[in-house]
């Protein structure tokens, strides 16, 4: 007999069960590695196409899941671009969101004394072929990790707690349990930020700008940061 959702959810209990098992098992391999999961046995390039395929595969199960509800990927997300100049307004949005964004992460990584750590340099790509694929992994780390973290577990969390701040909370706590291998002080940092995500798919009832947003920080970021770090 199947355990029911609470009121509101968008799956099944035990469909987030699952969702969470398989994020647990990815960051502990992560954490045991000290490396984004995958890198120290495949390599750096390796590693990006398996976390990739690792998150368009829970993406394909958490729709499969909301199907069970009627629902769709697009309601998840809040719909499509209707055009041109709704995409330059949530490419706006994401920018204004990063400044905030990066404000607020900076007092708190520096209360927390966590910075750029080993593991952080050893994901970073050098070589063009990684940088290109590197590139990718950003954009479907902007598009699934947005629809995994606010748009299914956000939702699934506020029913459980029947509560909107209780979804926005536990899911960023999710988001930076999800990051072992980068260590518990940035985990914390991007549980914050995982919230701050949460607040504006909330904000905008839509995962544009925070997926844009997260392409920005991931990809375009990291390949600042390798620069300034190498």
Request: some cysteine.
């Amino acid at each position: 007999m199947e355990i029911e959702a609470p009121r509101g959810a968008v799956a099944p209990a035990w469909h987030t069960v699952v969702v969470l098992l398989a994020l647990v098992a990815l960051s502990l391999s992560g954490a045991r590695s000290g490396n984004l999961p995958f890198v120290r046995d495949f390599g750096r390039a390796g590693g990006y196409v398996l976390v990739m395929a690792f998150e368009w595969a829970i993406v394909a199960f958490i729709w499969y899941g909301v199907r069970r509800r009627g629902m769709r990927l697009r309601d998840l997300i809040g719909g499509l671009w209707p055009g041109p100049l709704s995409v330059l307004r949530d490419l706006g949005i994401a920018i204004g969101f990063l400044v905030v964004a990066q404000i607020v992460l900076g007092v708190v990584g520096y209360l927390l004394k966590a910075g750029a750590n080993q593991a952080i340099r050893n994901l970073l790509p050098r070589t063009p072929a990684e940088i290109a694929i590197f590139l990718a992994l950003a954009l479907t780390a902007g598009f699934c990790e947005e629809v995994t973290f606010r748009g299914y577990l956000q939702r699934q969390f506020a029913a459980l707690t029947r509560a909107t701040a209780g979804g926005i909370l536990l899911q960023g706590i999710a988001f930076g349990a999800a990051h072992g291998y980068q260590g518990w002080r940035l985990m914390l940092v991007i549980a914050v930020y995982g919230c701050l995500f949460g607040l504006l798919a909330r904000w905008r009832r839509s995962l544009r700008p925070g997926m844009l947003a997260h392409f920005l920080q991931d990809g375009i970021g990291g390949i600042a940061l390798r620069h300034l770090l190498h």
